[in-house]
């Protein structure tokens, strides 16, 4: 069992969470990941580590509500327990060798984008970070991205609040300004990730995606997470998540990613309901 030492909400539909597992924080590094669930019935999903401290010993996830097991694990509360959390998991994101890194996340994506601006910028990289949104309530993590950016651009669809635009409006805009990079590191939905890519072959900047968003067992059993890299099968839990952009079929994994929306839309009401009913 493992203690939910801290909870906040960072915009309607997204949470955080900090939580006691001394053995998963001593191990942990930027770009892996955890497995939990939420009661010993409850499926196991897999969730990035946002942040981590290994002297308090605890694990910073961040979810956004979209199913039944985030909508039961978002009406636990500090000093609630976590049944299992497992790791961490995955191959630890390459932050070392590199001088001048742009770094992007798009929406909740950004959770899994921050730890590794961190991990750049402790190692001596020079890190600019470019976070996309739709508006201005669903900014989240600028202060943190603040600290260990040298360059920070904010973007939002609707010019609520920082830049009108897309990410890719703005990196393009970097690069033309003068800046050089030695690689492109992108996290957020699927085709965001893919247009990123579009542009930096264009640009030609190496650019690596994480594939986090199409996990689902995190342990290479279930292969949900193929995806074809350069023509060849891998799996986002065990080969990555961690992939070069310019190799990644977007195409295909974007197909396979909307399979099984409308059933998880239908769990995560359900489970809606469950709670609306145990609160009256």
Known sequence: MFRIKRKESLNPTVTLMEVEAPLVAKKAQAGQFIILRVDEMGER?????????????????????VGATTER????????????FVGPLGKPSEVTGLKKVAVIGGGVGCAIA???AKALKENGAEVHSIVGFRNKDLVILEDQFK???????????????GEKGLVTD???KLVESGEAYDEVIAIGPLVMMKFISLLTKELGIKTVV????????????CGGCRL??????????????????????????????????????KHHDAACKLFKGVRE
Request: with cysteine; hydrophobic share 35%; net charge negative.
């Open 45 to 65: 999903i897999p969730l990035t580590v946002a942040d981590y401290n290994r002297e308090d010993g605890t694990i910073t996830i961040i979810f956004q509500i």
């Open 73 to 84: 694990l978002n009406h636990l509360n500090e000093g609630d327990y976590i049944h299992d």
């Open 114 to 116: 921050y730890p590794t």
């Open 147 to 161: 600290a260990v950016s040298d360059k920070i651009v904010v973007m939002t669809d609707d010019g609520s609040y």
């Open 170 to 172: 703005a990196l393009r």
């Open 210 to 221: 994480s594939m986090n968003p199409i996990m689902i067992d995190g342990t290479g059993m």
């Open 228 to 265: 074809t890299v350069g023509g060849e099968m891998k799996f986002a839990c065990v080969d990555g998540p961690d992939f070069d952009g310019h190799l990644v079929d977007f195409d295909e994994c974007i197909r396979r990613s909307s399979m099984y929306r409308e059933t998880e839309r």
